[in-house]
C-alpha cells in the first residue's frame, strides 16, 4: 500500500511541476532541438501544445525520467513514412534543458518512451570507433550536425556529413558500425 501511495505522490508532483513549465504564448523557443524535431518544424508536422493538453500518461512519465528538466517545451507530432516511427501512433516530444545539455524526448500516445537525443559540439566528443568509421568510408568531407540518440535498445550517433554539394546522413553505433545511410 505505501508502495502506491508513494507512486502516486510522485505522480502528482511530476504533473504539477509540468505545469509549472508551461510554455505561454508570448515566450520564445530557446531550446535547441534534436535533428528530427528540426526536420518535422520545417515539414510542419509538429505543433506545439500547452503542457496541460499533454496526456497525463506523457507528463508523468516524462518527469519521473526527467525529474530536473527546465524550460520544457512541448510538441505534438505527426508522423511520416521516412521517419522510422509508427504512423498508427500520436508522438509528443519535449525540448528541454537537463544537467547541462539541451534534449529532445519523445514519447508515443501510450505515455511510453521512444527516444531521447541531444546535440554533440563535434567529432572530438565522438568514440574513436566513429570517427574512424567517417574517416575511413567519407574522406573529404565535413561534419555538419552530430545527434547522440539513445532508444529502448540502443545509443547511436546520427551525423550528417557534406563535401561540395553531396550529403550524406549515417547512423553509427559506438562500436564504429554504420546502422543506416541517408
Keep these: 500500500m505505501k508502495k502506491y501511495i508513494l507512486m502516486f505522490a510522485i505522480a502528482g508532483i511530476a504533473i504539477s511541476s509540468c505545469n509549472e513549465n508551461e510554455k505561454t504564448e508570448t515566450e520564445t523557443e530557446t531550446v535547441d532541438v534534436t535533428t528530427v524535431a ?11 501544445v500547452m503542457s496541460a493538453d499533454v496526456p497525463d500518461t506523457i507528463r508523468t512519465s516524462f518527469m519521473v525520467k526527467n525529474p530536473g528538466a527546465t524550460k520544457v517545451i512541448w510538441k505534438k507530432y505527426e508522423p511520416q513514412e521516412d521517419d522510422g516511427l509508427s504512423r498508427n501512433d500520436e508522438y509528443w516530444y ?9 534534449y529532445s524526448s519523445w514519447y ?44 529502448k535498445d540502443m545509443d547511436m550517433y546520427e551525423i550528417e556529413l557534406k563535401k561540395g554539394d553531396q550529403k550524406a546522413k549515417l547512423k553509427i553505433l559506438p562500436n564504429g558500425q554504420v546502422f543506416k545511410r541517408k
Design 108 to 151: 508515443n500516445n501510450n505515455g511510453l518512451w521512444v527516444k531521447t537525443s541531444t546535440k554533440i559540439s563535434g567529432p572530438s566528443e565522438l568514440p574513436d570507433a566513429v570517427n574512424k568509421t567517417i574517416n575511413a568510408q567519407y574522406p573529404g568531407y565535413t561534419i555538419v550536425e552530430i545527434d547522440k540518440e539513445n532508444d
Design 94 to 102: 519535449a525540448t528541454y534543458y537537463n544537467e547541462g545539455a539541451d
Design 38 to 48: 528540426n526536420e518535422a518544424a520545417r515539414n510542419g508536422n509538429s505543433e506545439t
